[in-house]
């Protein structure tokens, strides 16, 4: 079980020397915030919390960071961990003491914060997983096009209820999309309809103008059309104007199961902001290890010791 404070006497100023690396990275270039987010998010959800994400391949093994639903994590989230690391090991009553995966937690609450988010106590004391494959990344992370259903199951096989899965959703106020990602919502929804009817059709306009057919693969757009650096409920407003990205957005406002909970954080920030620090919280304890033969602490973020 991780909780608060854990490296209280390990390492005192971990927390302050993780943000320290998190505020001087994200000055340099703001995709740190979006990039360490979305792999926390993808760590968790194949192999808990653990790091493995972060695990690079080698000749014998296809790490998780290299199948197709990974490729498109930022690099800079990687290196914000990788730096912390370098950090925290610089001091010497830390070295080698504090876990990646622990790393990883706090730099993802610090980007949070500095884009505008709520701010909240990060639970530590995760140890770093053993293994990390390609294998394993398969039917694990949800994909743009899903419905209601099949998100809500998947999150619920993690012990997120509908509720967070919602406030986490909110994610997609900040960071990119490449175009291929939701190129079927704006040219073959169906034999009938180009574009997909719950699409704000100005909007739909706006999304063929930036990702023409047969756009450079490499096009990334905001995915938040009005305020793509700033975390905020501004994403369930905009699913309120048709204006959520993905099939996967906009459906938690098109499904009448959701859509109150979409109404109701589209009106109130701290409403939203508690449901997602709650909801964050709870995606930190997806699958810790805790205890010596489940994992360990690792010296490289990038290599299975
Ligand atoms: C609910 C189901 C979800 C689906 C289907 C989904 C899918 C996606 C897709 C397809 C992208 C675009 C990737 C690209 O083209 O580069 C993306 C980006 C992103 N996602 Fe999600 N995601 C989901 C939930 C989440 C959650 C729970 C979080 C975090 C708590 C999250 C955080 C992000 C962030 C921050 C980005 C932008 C990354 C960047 O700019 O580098 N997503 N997501
Ligand atoms: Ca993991």
Redo the contacts with the bound molecule.
Sequence with gaps: QIRQNYYANICPNVEGIVRGVVQKKFGETF?T???T??L??HDCFVEGCDASVIVASTGSNTAEKDHPDNL???G??FDTVIKAKAAVDAVPQCRNKVSCADILAMATRDVIALTGGPSYAVELGRLDGLRSTAASVNGK??????NLNQ?TS??ASHGLSRAD?IA??A??S?????C???SNRIYSFSPQRTVDPTLNQTYAAQLQGMCPRNVDPQI?IN?DPVTPRTFDNVYFKNLQQGMGL?T??QVLYSDPRSRPTVDAWARSSRGFQRAFVTA?TK?GRVGVKTTGSQGNIRTDCGVLN
């Design positions: 995709v915030a979006p990039a987010l979305r926390f998010f498109s994590l930022a800079d989230g992370l949800p994909q743009p096009t899903f998100l998947m999150f899965m986490l959703s994610a997609h900040l960071g990119f999309s490449h291929g990602k939701f990334a995915m993905f996967s957005d964050m995606l």
